[in-house]
């Protein structure tokens, strides 16, 4: 089963408002990802914040973590609408030499010009 | 997109034929890994690999195998094609121990979208 809950499954917002979305998972965590996913490519990496961490920054994105809760969110600010893309949450657990990520469903995010 | 190819990117096949997805990287990354992408499933993995001939088996492997014999290629074979596995096909590698800081994430190819009649 999937590691990951994305919330909401999709969200549309206008040019310069901010876009939260939300994760949670089920079992302890390394670490959790953020990616982002423009309709027909790859993923793309954006953000990764450690379990011994609470906040982190990067640009106008913004991701907390919260262990106790199992949950965690994306805050994109002033979004543009070239930010409009699918946003997936991924969780890694690492056992001894191996590294494996399980991802959510994933976030549409539409951003209106 | 860090030097990762796949190959083809599009294909078609019928129902039974082998099928083999070719994943090249120039990263000399130690990690690498095949998820298949769908509809309402999100991102989900198949096989992955921790080193030259050390594969394991992800959460969605019946009817996939995998094989990687030097560090810039991991093939994906199906070996009998079904409808089911009519998806998208995507390559990820990652570089490095996977404690080490800034080895942690993966980056992907361009995905393999394959069709099974």
């Known amino acids: 089963s999937q590691q990951g809950e994305e919330d909401p499954q999709a969200l549309s917002i206008q040019e310069g408002e901010n876009a939260t979305m939300n994760c949670s998972y089920k079992?302890?965590?390394?670490?959790l990802q953020w990616y982002r996913q423009n309709s027909g490519r790859g993923l793309v990496h954006l953000i990764l914040?450690?379990?011994?961490?609470r906040e982190k920054h990067s640009g106008r994105l913004r991701v907390t973590l919260d262990t106790s809760k199992k949950s965690s969110s994306l805050l994109i600010t002033a979004s543009r609408a070239a930010d409009t893309a699918s946003y997936f949450c991924?969780?890694?657990?690492?056992?001894?030499?191996?590294?494996?990520?399980?991802f959510g469903k994933g976030i549409t995010l539409s951003v209106r010009p | 997109d860090a030097g990762i190819t796949q190959s083809p990117r599009h294909k078609v096949t019928e129902t039974g034929t082998p099928v083999t997805l070719r994943c090249h990287q120039t990263?000399?990354?130690?990690?690498m890994y095949w998820y298949r992408q769908d509809p309402g499933h999100g991102l989900r993995l198949i096989h992955y690999?921790?080193?030259?001939?050390?594969?394991d088996k992800g959460e969605v492997s019946d009817g996939y195998s995998v094989s990687r014999s030097k560090t810039e290629d991991f093939l994906l074979t199906l070996e009998s094609a079904t409808s089911s596995q009519t998806s998208v096909y995507f390559c990820?590698?990652?570089?490095?121990?996977?404690?080490?800081?800034?080895?942690?994430?993966?980056?992907f190819g361009p995905g393999t979208r394959l069709t099974v009649l």
């Open positions: 991924a969780t890694e657990r690492l056992t001894g030499a191996n590294s494996k990520l399980t």
């Open positions: 079992t302890s965590i390394n670490n």
């Open positions: 914040i450690r379990s011994n961490e």
């Open positions: 990263e000399n990354h130690r990690y």
């Open positions: 690999s921790y080193g030259v001939k050390d594969t």
């Open positions: 990820a590698t990652k570089g490095g121990l996977a404690t080490l800081v800034g080895f942690n994430e993966q980056f």
